[in-house]
């Protein structure tokens, strides 16, 4: 049969959406491992890795249900649902891909602000303190510092400015490269929605 037809459509539909559950199943593996092992002390970023990771599972099951058994109905909203996180996706991507370095350090700064919890784990990570500057009579959890002994220890702008611009490049290649897979998701089940049942009774199709 060639690769128009329905058992072929039906086999690249359940296929794009088991990645998906292998890659949610990943996400969610990941997130869980990182705050197991005290990589991550942050609750709102594991919590916010676990629920897109769940999302994700969600979506592609609904998927799968429907290209197992056609269903009209669920394809309908798969098809709708991946249509609008490809929108969001793809302009998070192109965002990533197109902040200059300016930019990239007020995102950067804003969102360590936001968080203690990241604070923390960034100086652990990182071995810094503070993000432009620091207090020599404050707190750090990074191994260089001690109040005995002078300050040895690097802000942790000056090296997260090193890697941020790659990490966002990466991150945006990554989101382009999944937003394109889920525009032909879209158009596997547009197609597939459209395409009869040859098992089935002909005057039965929607």
């Known amino acids: 049969m060639v690769c128009g037809g329905f ?7 359940c296929a794009l959406n088991i990645l998906y559950v292998m890659v949610s199943l ?4 990941v997130a869980a491992w990182g705050k ?6 942050s609750i709102r970023v594991v919590a916010g890795v676990i629920g897109v990771g769940i ?4 979506v592609a099951f609904v998927g799968l249900c429907g290209a197992v058994k056609h269903h009209q109905v669920l394809l309908f909203f798969y098809m709708m649902i991946l249509f609008m996180v490809f929108v969001v996706q793809f302009s998070v991507s192109c965002a990533c891909l197109s902040l200059n370095k300016d930019q990239q350090n007020d995102l950067l700064e804003i969102g ?6 990241t604070q923390r784990d960034v100086e652990k990570t990182l071995n810094c303190c503070g993000y432009s500057s620091f207090n020599p009579n404050g707190t750090c959890e ?6 005995s002994l002078p300050l040895t220890c690097d802000t942790c702008a000056s090296i997260i400015q090193q890697y941020a611009g790659e990490v966002l490049r990466f991150v945006g290649g990554i989101g382009l490269f999944f937003s394109f897979t889920e525009i ?10 459209n395409i009869k049942d040859p ?7 929607l």
Request: overall charge positive; hydrophobic content about 50%.
């Open 55 to 58: 999302f994700l599972f969600l």
């Open 26 to 29: 990943l996400l969610v593996g």
């Open 199 to 205: 098992r089935s009774n002909p005057g039965a199709f």
């Open 112 to 117: 360590w602000n936001k968080s203690e919890d």
């Open 184 to 193: 032909l998701g879209v158009w596997l089940a547009h197609r597939y929605r």
């Open 7 to 13: 058992v072929c459509t039906k086999n690249a539909l």
């Open 36 to 41: 197991w092992f005290g990589l991550v002390s």
């Open 142 to 147: 990074a191994r260089c510092f001690s109040h």
